[in-house]
């Protein structure tokens, strides 16, 4: 099987050592570790179907992030990429009045449905979430 050549990598003693204590740290997300062990081995001289091998990682994946980090760098390996998906339809910074109950029990949802009342303008359109159905489907909790 013929394989292409992969970019190479060149790294000084600083970026050597940088990417070192990435890989080996016990703070740093997995995923940032990954990639700077896949870096530290591209570095190293291997291919990518090897440095996936020896990491448990697809060879697309160890060339993606050869390429991300020849092109930007740590911060390039560092950074996720925007992902795709419907955006939400709130931003959190509008959100002007939030409870969290120690107790999910039915009553305490027309207490906050009062306080919600109170405390917004008649005028408003509402968007409410909630995070415990069951309590919301109540007999007391309809009225």
Known sequence: MVRRKAKAIELDD????????????????????????????????????????MLDVGRVQAGGWRVRYAVGGVKAIAQDLPRGGRKPKIDPAEIVIWRCEQRHRHVEWPTFLRQIDRETLQDKALHLVCDNCATHKHPNAKE
Do not use: C, F, W, Y
Not at 19 to 45: C, E, F, P, Y
């Open 14 to 53: 600083a970026q050597r050592k940088k990417l070192m204590k990435l890989a080996h740290s016990n703070t740093a997300q997995v995923r940032l570790a990954r990639r700077a062990g896949i870096v530290l081995l591209a570095a190293d001289g291997l291919d990518n179907h090897e440095i996936g091998e």
